[in-house]
């Protein structure tokens, strides 16, 4: 299941970067964290693969999307200047962004690589 977060629950599910200088991850599970906007073309052609990939993985990874335009703070704070941008998040680490609507074998290789799910 996808889930669309607003700057509170980012705060609460992600990093919250208000309190934390340091990167602190607050999920259980690995996430991809989907920097989208409505009008944007790529953003529509990467949607129906998260949420392939949601499914695949059910129970093994969280996948979330903020919507840039009406979390400009949000988006501002990770430095988001084009959409899509994607957060990948592993458990342990750092996270990494990716720009782009990525195929969906490119985003299995990272959910595999990066999040260290099998």
Same mark, same amino acid.
């Given at each position: 299941?996808?889930?669309?977060?607003?700057?509170?629950? $980012?705060l609460q599910?992600? $990093?919250?970067?208000?309190?934390?200088?340091?990167w602190?991850?607050?999920?259980?599970?690995?996430?991809?964290?989907? $920097?989208?906007?409505?009008?944007c073309g790529?953003?529509k052609?990467?949607?129906?693969?998260l949420?392939?990939?949601a499914?695949?993985?059910e129970?093994k990874?969280?996948?979330?999307?903020v919507?840039?335009?009406?979390?400009?703070e949000?988006?501002?704070?990770f430095?988001?200047?084009?959409?899509?941008s994607l957060?990948f998040?592993?458990?342990?680490?750092?996270p990494?962004?990716?720009?782009g609507?990525?195929?969906?074998?490119?985003?299995?290789?990272?959910?595999?690589?990066?999040?260290?799910?099998a």
């Amino acid at each position: 299941m996808i889930e669309h977060l607003t700057k509170e629950t $980012f705060l609460q599910k992600v $990093f919250d970067y208000e309190h934390n200088k340091e990167w602190k991850y607050e999920g259980d599970l690995p996430s991809i964290i989907d $920097f989208y906007a409505e009008w944007c073309g790529p953003c529509k052609m990467i949607a129906p693969v998260l949420e392939d990939i949601a499914k695949e993985y059910e129970n093994k990874l969280h996948i979330y999307k903020v919507d840039t335009d009406a979390e400009q703070e949000l988006a501002a704070a990770f430095g988001i200047a084009s959409v899509p941008s994607l957060l990948f998040v592993p458990v342990e680490g750092e996270p990494r962004m990716a720009q782009g609507a990525l195929p969906k074998e490119i985003l299995k290789n990272v959910v595999k690589d990066v999040l260290k799910v099998a």
